[in-house]
C-alpha cells in the first residue's frame, strides 16, 4: 500500500521556524516531482512547494518565497519542508503529495494534478 505521511508539525510563535517530513513508503517517486500543499480553516487547499526530482529550481508560493526551502532525500524516500520566520497566516494543515500529471502545460500548482495525499500535518503559528 502506498502512503505519504507528514510529521514535524507542531505550535510555535511567529518567526519561528519548523521542519516538515513527508515520508513515502510502498514505492518510491524517484522520477516524480513532490508537492507540498496547505489549508487553513475555511479556505481551498493551496499550493506552496514544489521539488523536482530532476534536481531543477524548485517552485513556491508567493506567500512563502525567501521564507520556505523545500528539499528531498531520494535514499530515505522523503521530502522536506524547512520553514522560517513563520507568521499567522501561516497557520494550516500542510500536505504533501505526488504530482502525477505532469504533461506539458500542466500546472503544478492544482491539486487535481497531484495524487497520495498525505494525512497532512498540523501547524499553528501564535501571534
Known amino acids: 500500500q502506498v502512503q505519504l505521511i507528514e510529521s514535524g508539525g507542531g505550535l510555535v510563535q511567529a518567526g519561528g521556524s519548523l521542519r516538515l517530513s513527508c515520508a513515502a513508503s510502498g514505492r518510491t517517486f524517484d522520477n516524480y516531482d513532490m508537492g507540498w500543499f496547505r489549508q487553513a480553516p475555511g479556505k481551498e487547499r493551496e499550493f506552496v512547494a514544489r521539488v523536482r526530482w530532476s534536481g531543477g529550481s524548485p517552485n513556491y508560493a508567493d506567500s512563502v518565497k525567501g521564507r520556505f526551502t523545500v528539499s528531498r532525500d531520494s535514499a530515505k524516500n522523503t521530502v522536506y519542508l524547512q520553514m522560517n520566520s513563520l507568521k499567522p497566516e501561516d497557520t494550516a494543515v500542510y500536505y504533501c503529495?505526488?504530482?502525477?500529471?505532469?504533461?506539458?502545460?500542466?500546472?503544478?500548482?492544482?491539486?487535481?494534478?497531484?495524487?497520495?495525499w498525505g494525512q497532512g500535518t498540523q501547524v499553528t503559528v501564535s501571534s
Open positions: 503529495a505526488v504530482f502525477v500529471r505532469d504533461y506539458s502545460g500542466s500546472d503544478y500548482r492544482f491539486t487535481g494534478n497531484y495524487a497520495y
